[in-house]
């Protein structure tokens, strides 16, 4: 088992591919009583279209497919797993992004037990017609829920309008109708070519053994068999990277919502490298847009913007994007201020020189501080996202980066062509 110490952490990570080729992370914490384990497969929501493992002739899935899958794992032919779970005292969990699916659970007792379970029940489908066919009815009503929900609609159809024609324009959850052609022989095709132990990670972090926890979940999966492993094809679409420049939509609000989405448009570097970039960007908008930014508390100070405003920053797999987004009762004065501060972004950056080192320092604070939290170190470990370099390595990372280094990777991101502004209007509204 593989040792790698963090000194400015004070963390020693343990790490095995087994012979399978799951990927186990252990990271003990010396003081906490809880113990948090996560099992993640390199599949989402984006991923409609590949070649079965095994196979040769690539596959079109409906939207919605790696959702639908994740609601099904739970329920087994005699039991339920989220029983299975509360039975031995632990809390459990699943989510769905675009390009993951992550199944969890957090405990206080009886590890073996629940790791275990969760190591089963992740690997051992089960799907009849039937079941898949209640379950469309589940996901329609949340599918609705969603659709009602003007947060929900302001940042997925940002999504949608800064990847047109693309996997990322479907909603994760689908579609009523796309959902509706799933079945259960599409479940158990996702499963056996993106469930295979090579394409997921088992990430555990609190109280526990490395030595002792390993050796579970070394006999679990080898009392298991598997189709040989292979390297997954996945077939992206081959459309323009272009964006929806703009776009209204009406529904019951109660004030108006504007979101500007800015599509990165330039390849982004490979390994470690991406991760400096990702950081680069974070530092750029924490001093652009962070609430000590004398343009926030300009705009604040006016009612231009409020406590609804903020920022996302996102790199996934295969795209990267930030969305601003806010509430107001002047879109376009909003919008016109926030792309005046976007448009002279160098030289504001430039101006805000006597605050990075600040800045700097707040964010490997607060990327050391995440480390007292189970939850944020599991959730937010990608060990494929950035090659050989994780969120271990960030500190490090953070601390290298120049206010130059920031500058660069703006004008890089900020383009006119990029930009997606998108305005949710009250639909009785004019």
Known sequence: MKQQHYPELAETLFSETLANGLRVYLLPKAGF???????TTDYGAIDQEFVPLGKTTPVKQPAGIAHFLEHKMFEKADHDAFDTFAHYGASSN???SFT????????????????????????????TPKTVNKEKGIIGQEIQMYEDDPNSRAYFGTIANLYPNQPLSDDIAGTIESIDQITADDLYLAHQTFYHPSNM??????????EETLDWIKTNQSAKSFLPAAPIKRIKPQVPATV?????????????????????????????AKLKYEDAISLGFTLLFGETAPDFLRLYDQGVIDDSFGYNIEVQRDAYHVILAGETDDPEAFEKALLSILTHATEKLRAASDTFEVVQREAIG???????????IANQFDDRLYGDATLFDE?????????????????????PEAFSIQYILDDEQD
């Open 100 to 127: 993951h699916t992550s199944y969890l659970f957090s405990t206080t007792s009886a590890l073996k037990e629940n790791l275990e379970t969760l190591l089963d029940f992740v690997q051992d489908p089960y799907f």
């Open 201 to 210: 990670s088992l990430f555990v972090v609190g109280r526990l053994n490395p």
């Open 94 to 96: 699943a989510f769905t």
């Open 244 to 272: 929806i420049p703009r776009k209204v939509l009406k529904m019951p609000v109660e004030r108006p919502k504007v979101t500007i989405g800015i599509r990165g448009l330039a390849d982004l570097p490979a390994g470690a």
């Open 33 to 39: 009583h809880k113990t948090y384990a996560v099992m």
């Open 366 to 376: 607060s990327t050391i501080t995440a480390f007292n939290s189970l939850e944020a």
């Open 395 to 415: 500190v490090g990372i953070v601390k290298s980066l120049t206010l130059d280094d920031v500058i660069a990777a703006m004008k890089t991101l900020i383009r």
